[in-house]
């Protein structure tokens, strides 16, 4: 990946500069082996395209609360669906956002894997490597398996979050994928660890922080909602250190973004319980 490459893209303003740094350019420079991106949530003009894809649907969804019959609300249910995954398809794939992100990552010379999470959130995985594909459509066969259970045998402390998202619940899934995202191992471990035993990881990961005398060294926050064992990981910070240094070999602009993308993981763990309690209220006053 040469310089100007580098600034080009570090430039863009189509794409979020952390995703740029983080997904993007890791990838690229064989730094990591694989890379998520949530959309839209994570594309400059996310915010704006999920309100617009809501408000469609919103007469329907409201609708469809008053539906009584069951297999016309099943019926009902199947409509929206395909038209949520239309409205995916035309609000967000068609945005410039989206087609930057696509365009960069052919420029780069990555390969892209998107998968439906649900019809208005896909995840997009930029790797290299052909062994890279494989396993991430053999967790995304599993996470179908899993969420075929979760709906056949809910567990009742988990919530709704299990239909959603129900591999968080799941050990050896997030360890596999743990590792494909190049995360340390000790920090997968203890990640999985804790869903597994039904520890909140945001919390945990903040109370460490709260906790420790004095202040822990960024690197150790190598990625974005990466919640390493803890706030002095030395593996987490060495890799975090290797990054920031190749990065910065490669174009020192690049290692300066880095620098400061992980001084704002590391503050956005120290307040991701308050996050997750502002998101959650503003869902249920929605």
């Not at 730094?31 to 594309?43: D, F, K, N, V």
């Amino acid at each position: 990946m040469n310089p100007k490459d580098l600034g080009e893209l570090l430039a863009e303003p189509r794409i979020a500069r952390r995703v740029s740094v983080e997904n993007l350019m890791l990838v690229s420079l064989g730094l990591r082996m694989c890379s998520q991106t949530t959309i839209p949530a994570e594309l400059p003009s996310g915010e704006a395209m999920g309100a617009a894809i809501d408000a469609r649907f919103k007469p329907q969804m409201e609708r469809l609360r008053a539906i009584q019959d069951q297999k016309m609300k099943i019926k009902a249910i199947g409509e929206i669906r395909k038209g949520m995954a239309s409205a995916f398809e035309e609000v967000v794939e068609g945005s410039p956002d989206y087609k930057a992100l696509a365009s960069w990552a052919k420029r780069l010379g990555l390969k892209v894997n998107q998968v439906e999470v649900r019809p208005t959130v896909h995840e997009v995985y930029l790797y290299r490597e052909r062994d890279t594909l494989k396993e991430l459509q053999r967790l995304t066969q599993e996470r179908g398996k899993l969420r075929v259970e979760a709906v056949k045998r809910p567990e009742p402390s988990r919530g709704q979050l299990q239909f959603a998202y129900p591999e968080e619940f799941n050990g050896p899934w997030i360890r596999r994928m743990g590792r494909l995202l190049g995360y340390p191992d000790c920090c997968v471990d203890r990640y999985a660890s804790d869903r597994e035993q039904g520890i909140n990881v945001e919390e945990r990961a903040a109370t460490q922080l709260k906790e420790l005398q004095g202040e822990p060294d960024p690197h150790t926050y190598l990625a974005s909602y990466f919640f390493p064992c803890t706030p002095t990981c030395e593996k987490a910070k060495a890799r975090g250190e290797l990054y920031h240094s190749k990065l910065s070999e490669a174009l020192p602009e690049a290692g300066e973004a880095y620098e400061a993308i992980i001084r704002e993981n590391l503050e956005r763990v120290r307040r991701q319980p308050e996050i997750i309690g502002e998101y959650l209220s503003r869902i249920r006053g929605a």
